[in-house]
């Protein structure tokens, strides 16, 4: 099974954007698990293409087209929002702590809904999005 690269690798110094990038790349392979495929464009993928100011579908084109990661990184800043490095640096730290303590917007339960789900209800140590993600594609024990 092919997984994406970690939420963790940067393009541009942004967290997540490789990974949605593999995600579509592996979708167009056919190799993509079949349990990701419902969450294509959602998630975080939709809150990088919203904080990037482009929509999933034109970066999805982008990939489609052939371009590389640098490319389509720089094809978002073209046609996006500027964001400077502060900026994309909060936005990491969001995506850090996704999951961790965000009652009031559900993500935090949809997080014990996953580790339910996976069977990692116990684990006190996946606190976060990142770290259920990394515990499941198996680079964190």
């Known amino acids: 099974m092919a997984y994406p690269r970690s939420p963790h690798d940067t393009i ?4 997540h954007f490789a990974r949605m990038i593999d995600k ?16 294509l464009g959602k998630g975080m993928d939709a809150a990088t293409c919203q904080f990037l100011g482009v929509k999933y579908k034109d970066v999805v084109a982008q990939v489609e087209a052939g371009k590389g990661d640098e490319e389509i990184f720089q094809w978002c800043l073209e046609h996006g929002t500027p964001r400077p490095e502060f900026d994309i640096m909060l936005f990491n730290k969001f995506l ?7 009652d009031d917007n559900g ?10 789900g996976d069977g990692l209800s116990h684990r006190d140590d996946i606190e976060t999005i990142f770290d259920l993600i990394e515990v499941n594609e198996g680079r964190k024990e």
């Open 24 to 39: 579509i790349w592996l979708n167009f392979s056919g190799d993509l698990p079949e349990d990701y495929k419902e969450r």
């Open 107 to 116: 993500v935090t339960e949809r997080l014990v809904q996953y580790k339910a």
């Open 96 to 102: 850090l702590k996704l999951g961790w303590r965000d």
């Open 12 to 15: 541009g110094g942004l967290y």
